[in-house]
């Protein structure tokens, strides 16, 4: 049984940094966290089975840290009790993985694991079967040497050069510049480079000088050498501040009193880490010519007003009267201390994100996670879950300060140094797999480290069958009960692993394929909401599709059940996941898009959209497509108040701008509806819908001339664009430019073949191009229908 557990985690500790698959839709998350629940589940199973059957007796060690631990775990659970969705809890929002429960506690076994499985050296006396400190720290310094080997592939572009040479065998995703089995970031991999040198600095300082040592160098310099390259912040400062305190420390204890020289090593990396945080390294792009592409991160600033705003429970003062919620004192008081649950930062900062994050370049995009592991805690755990940890990570360092001597074991300072640049990374950085699994598993190979010179700090507690043989039967009982568990896990984790697989399968097809894939996810894991909101959209594509045949070619059996299965899939969507605004704004297009195909179809998107308004107060874009709804009912004072709302959000966003431009126009206020788009374009001189209603503007308005220029101006820009084309044809109309207007007329019949309204004007204008003929006299009335028939549009309509 020692041997099985000292396998799994040897295995673990090795493959985790280094494992991604590219059969799943998230290549890397995803895999490490089956990878992580296997091993532990196993290696778990192992341990308790060897004492219940074989040892006849319980056996653990006591350690300071174990009761902070058990309350950090017992607050993520009684999270998610409480979870406003407690899918995501469980697992981890889908497409991050990284965050859910299920993760959380197989980190806590392997914390137990490790302190109770692991020896302190690897003396020869000592049993060989059992994990040593420095067994799993080799390992873990293997896979490293790894990672930044792969890295280094896929910076200089070896990997593509390996796939062209083989003849294109490898995963897309590996032929990224950016590749790298740590994280799906280079930033990621810098946060993990910068923890892993610090072990390394520390293993250099407390060793003898051997082959080993020069082993450490070689990684050092390699290490350093990729974060050179890829040159993040974040990564420079957990370098200069765990490193600083390093050496404080190292000074205050005296621990190389005999060969202080050893400190000019972390001298010269903090040196290095105020060169590149300062700036003063950028020649490296002129000598290499990188440039990889970034990773968007959620900001300090918003991240913690984000997390405050969830832990206090706060209405968004912005919502419409009628949309305006209350929220009761029990679910105030259950987010301050338990927040919205583990694994739900996507929710807390939908919700409550400032509206000042609107100014920001990337203001559309959806964070599921914040840029500090601590306010992500604190929003998602509450004050409860951010205190326990808290008080978790402080004990460990005021512990180790304690026990730590002048002549330390060569283990204990390197993983003190290592935690600290963890801790220093949770503040400023999330956490993916890999670094949370580095987090748990230095902190249990640091607890070990105690042992050596806790002086009774670290007990051994242990519970004999011998003397209550009932127990034997008890745990037995619950091994067992375990163990079934166990298989269940496995069993229902390979089915949601093959409904992961189909999914990314079919995002890669198109067509009944596509559906047949979508499908066969959803059956294998009906209760994930994002294969049945993509299954919805894939739905109403297809319908799209056939209602664009000929009217002779369409199955309306086919447009019937697409129909249906669009709106069942949305409406399930929301039923799982109520509290995910995606879900309801997906509900909300569904209903739009079938306007005219479903009688309620206008009212049932409005629902659908102010349910994701109030769970995403802040967003622009969904408060102006309610307006353009409410314009469908003719309701225009309600339109004009959810484009208002928008404009608070967003005073800057161009669609609700030109949504009141129309509706203005719509109440023939039309100078100030021209007024509000030249000054639009004057700020967003490149937005195309803003071009052609104000070219549109200028021909109703009988600016002509200008009119033509905007029309020219976006027919240039998008060669396709059938309004612009349409609109254009008839200002050339206008102004007499009959041969243009019919080059431009038969343009828009090409992109719309078939279009009645188009072949009439088309024929209307190339009679007109004709030469004039001597005709019989026409009657009065006759020449009057004529002119009437020959007349272009008074007007061009949105």
């Not at 059940?561 to 605004?581: G, H, K, V, Y």
Request: net charge negative.
């Amino acid at each position: 049984m020692n041997r099985i557990i000292k396998i799994s985690i040897y295995l673990l500790v090795f493959l985790l940094p280094l494992l991604w698959l590219p059969f799943s839709f998230e290549a890397f998350e995803f895999n490490k966290q089956y990878l992580l629940f296997f091993l532990v589940s196993i290696a778990l199973f192992a341990w308790l089975a060897k004492q219940v059957f074989i040892d006849k007796e319980i056996r653990f060690k006591k350690t300071p840290l174990d009761i902070f631990v058990l309350g950090f775990l017992f607050v993520a659970v009684l999270s998610v009790v409480f979870s406003v969705d407690r899918g995501s809890s469980l697992f981890g929002f889908y497409g991050r993985f990284s965050n859910g429960l299920i993760g959380l506690l197989s980190l806590g076994a392997l914390y137990f694991l490790i302190t109770n499985n692991t020896r302190v050296d690897t003396d020869r006396n000592t049993d060989k079967d059992r994990l040593s400190i420095s067994g799993v720290l080799k390992a873990f310094l293997w896979s490293s040497f790894f990672v930044i080997l792969f890295s280094y592939f896929s910076v200089f572009g070896l990997w593509a050069k390996l796939n062209a040479a083989m003849g294109g065998v490898f995963p897309r995703v590996m032929l990224q510049p950016i590749f790298n089995p740590a994280a799906g970031s280079m930033e990621g991999l810098a946060i993990f480079l910068s923890i892993t040198l610090v072990l390394i600095v520390g293993l250099i300082l407390c060793s003898k000088w051997n082959l080993k040592q020069l082993a450490y160098w070689a990684l050092l310099a390699l290490g350093i050498g990729l974060l050179v390259i890829v040159d993040y912040n974040l990564a420079w400062i957990i370098l200069l501040v765990s490193l600083s305190v390093f050496l404080v420390l190292s000074l205050a204890k005296r621990i190389f009193r005999e060969n202080v020289n050893k400190l000019l090593l972390p001298i010269l990396l903090i040196i290095i880490s105020v060169i590149f945080l300062i700036g003063a390294a950028n020649f490296k792009f002129s000598i290499f010519n990188f440039q990889l592409p970034q990773e968007q991160i959620l900001g300090q600033g918003i991240s913690w007003k984000t997390a405050v705003g969830a832990a206090v429970a706060e209405t968004s003062p912005h919502l419409p009267p009628h949309l305006a919620s209350r929220v009761s004192v029990t679910e105030k008081i259950k987010s301050l201390f338990l927040g919205s649950g583990i694994g739900t930062y996507f929710y807390d900062f939908a919700k409550f994100k400032p509206v000042e994050f609107n100014q920001n370049p990337f203001w559309q995009i959806g964070f599921d996670r914040a840029g500090s592991h601590f306010a992500e805690i604190l929003g998602t755990m509450g004050f409860l879950g951010l205190i326990s940890y808290s008080a978790l990570i402080g004990v460990f360092l005021i512990v180790s300060w304690f026990l730590l001597k002048t002549k330390t074991s060569s283990f204990q300072l390197p993983l003190l140094m290592t935690f600290l640049a963890l801790a220093v990374g949770q503040f400023v950085y999330y956490q993916n797999t890999a670094l949370v699994f580095t987090f748990w598993f230095i902190l249990g190979l640091g607890v070990v480290s105690w042992q050596r010179s806790a002086g009774g700090v670290v007990k051994e507690k242990i519970i004999s069958f011998k003397e209550l043989p009932e127990l034997s039967l008890i745990f037995s009982a619950v091994l067992i009960i375990l163990g079934v568990a166990i298989l269940g896990f496995y069993y229902f984790g390979a089915n949601y692993y093959l409904a992961d697989v189909n999914y990314n399968k079919g995002l890669g097809v198109l067509g009944q394929e596509r559906i047949e894939k979508l499908e066969r996810a959803v059956e294998l894991n009906p209760r994930l909401s994002q294969y049945r909101l993509v299954l919805s959209r894939s739905f109403l594509f297809e319908l799209f599709q056939e209602a664009q045949k000929p009217l002779e070619r369409q199955d309306l059996n086919k447009m019937q059940t697409m129909l249906s299965r669009a709106i069942e899939e949305a409406e399930t969507a929301t039923d799982l996941q109520p509290n995910f605004a995606a879900n309801w704004i997906n509900k909300g297009v569904v209903y739009r898009e079938i306007i005219g195909l479903a009688g309620e179809a206008v009212e049932l998107s409005i629902r659908s959209l102010e349910r994701a308004v109030v769970l995403e107060s802040a967003n622009p874009v969904i408060y102006t497509e309610l307006g353009k709804l409410y314009l469908v009912l003719e309701n225009e004072q309600r339109a004009r108040e959810y484009f208002q709302k928008a404009l608070e959000k967003k005073p800057d966003y161009a669609e609700a701008i030109i949504q009141e431009a129309l509706l203005l126009e719509k109440e023939d206020i039309l100078e100030e509806a021209i007024i509000k788009l030249e000054n639009l374009i004057a700020r967003d001189s490149w937005n195309i819908e803003a071009h052609f209603q104000l070219g549109r503007l200028y021909y109703n308005a009988g600016r002509i001339d200008e009119a033509v220029e905007l029309f020219e101006t976006v027919t240039f820009w998008i060669p396709q664009h059938s309004n612009a084309l349409y609109s254009l044809g008839v200002v050339y109309v206008a102004k007499d430019r009959i041969q243009e207007a019919i080059l431009v007329f038969e343009r828009v019949l090409e992109l719309n073949p078939g279009n009645q309204d188009i072949m009439q004007k088309l024929e209307i204008l190339k009679r007109q191009g004709e030469p004039e003929e001597q005709e019989e006299q026409e009657t009065p009335e006759e020449q009057e229908e004529q002119e009437k028939q020959e007349e272009p549009f008074p007007s061009i309509s949105p």
